[in-house]
Every structure is written in C-alpha cells, then in structure tokens.
C-alpha cells in the first residue's frame, strides 16, 4: 500500500525556471513531511521539512507547500539551477512514531542549461 | 568528518548465503536506521534502534536480523539470501530528535546488493 506517492517519475525544466515536485499521501495520521535530495550512488540528503501545524516552509531557493485538506505537498525550487537535476523523495512521519517514515517513489529532476 | 560509512559498496550472492552489511556512524547519533531501495520505489524502512541494545521492526523487517552492541556500529544480517532481497540498502542515523530535527537523517551511500 503505497502510503506517499510521487506520480511524476520525471520532471525537466529550463535553468532559471520554476521547478514544482508533487506529493500526495493517503494517511491522515501523517503530521511531519520532508523532502530529500539525490545523487547517483550517493546516500539521500535532506533538504527541507514542514510540519502539519504550517502551510508553508521556505529555506532560501526552496519553499514546501503542505495542503492538508487535499492531502497534498509540493516543493517549489526558484531559480532552478543544473546543480539541482537529482532524484527528489518526499517523506511522511507518523505522528505516534518518530522514526518511522514513509517515502514516496521519486522524481527525478533534469535542469537544463 | 566520515559521517556514516557502509561496507561493502556492492556484493553479489548466492540464493541461500548469508552476510552481514556493516554502518558505522561517527556523529555520536543515538538513532540508526536500515533501508531498502527497490528499484523504482521508495525507500523503506527494515530495522531501526534508538540507542545501544535497543533495536525495533520497520515497515519490511521479514528476513533480516539486527543488532546495536555500540553506539557507532549498527549491523544488518541476512540469513538466507532470496532474490527478494536484491536491492541497495540505505543506513542512516540521527540525534535523540528523530526525524524532526532540523537534520532529520545522515544516509550512507549505499550497499548494492544482487542475489542470484
């Protein structure tokens, strides 16, 4: 059961553009989101997180939207930079248990110069 | 400042054998965690532990034994290798704050892992 879901598997946007990562989650007992970055053959890197108590979180270039009703969140990356083509995770923590995630699928990102 | 090491970086088995896929973490994290990736998936988590001694089942634990002797080292054993298992696992660790702390988790590259 897929609890978190990335239905783009890829995204290409223009360097200088706006770049926007979708993700929808099916548990409402969700409350923290997170969205993590990467690499080939490198470990994820975490990027920016929102907690269900907010709507927005913004961390420079990066910005995390959280609709609740629609159990949806996205992430917005302005301007979008080459150094920015990875594989994007959005992560959901369940409220009653801190360390347990669940990770969307991915999209993975190709900013052209 | 080496963060959280995992060896090896690929391995390729045979169904039935059995091996030990070593993370070491030098960051003092109380919180270690195993993943596994498949391909075109998520992450998913097998085994986590909050400190040394204490280990917990994730979303996947089935096959899979831990066991968490130090605070640095968090080791994740396969007893009877199945192709099922074929994938890149993933450690990670955090502080005592968890996956809401302002630097959730520190992954590891990654073990590539075949099972033939």
């Known amino acids: 059961d897929q609890q978190v879901k990335q239905n783009s598997p890829s995204l290409s946007v223009q360097e200088g553009r706006i770049s926007i990562l979708n993700c929808d989650y099916t548990n409402s007992m969700f409350d923290y989101f997170l969205w993590y970055k990467k690499y080939p053959a490198e470990g994820p890197t975490f990027l920016i997180s929102i907690s269900s108590i907010k709507d927005k979180n913004e961390d420079g270039r990066f910005t995390v939207f959280l609709n609740k009703s629609a159990k949806h969140l996205s992430l917005h990356i302005v301007p979008s930079q080459p150094g920015d083509s990875a594989v994007y995770f959005c992560a959901a923590s369940l409220r009653y248990n801190n360390n347990d995630m669940r990770f969307g699928a991915g999209t993975r990102l190709t900013v052209k110069p | 400042n080496a963060g959280v090491t995992q060896t090896p970086k690929f391995r390729i088995l045979k169904i039935g054998q059995s091996m030990t896929l070593q993370c070491t973490q030098d960051m003092n994290h109380n919180y270690m965690y195993w993943y596994r990736q498949d391909p075109g998936m998520g992450l998913k988590l097998i085994y986590y532990s909050v400190g040394a001694g204490i280990t917990d089942k994730g979303e996947v634990p089935n096959g899979y034994n831990v066991s968490r002797s130090t605070t640095e080292d968090f080791p994740l054993r396969l007893e009877l290798a199945a192709p099922s298992q074929t994938s890149v696992y993933f450690c990670?660790?955090?502080?005592?704050?968890?996956?809401?702390?302002?630097?959730?988790?520190?992954f590891g590259d990654g073990t590539r892992l075949s099972i033939l």
């Open positions: 990670a660790s955090s502080t005592k704050a968890g996956v809401r702390s302002n630097q959730p988790q520190h």
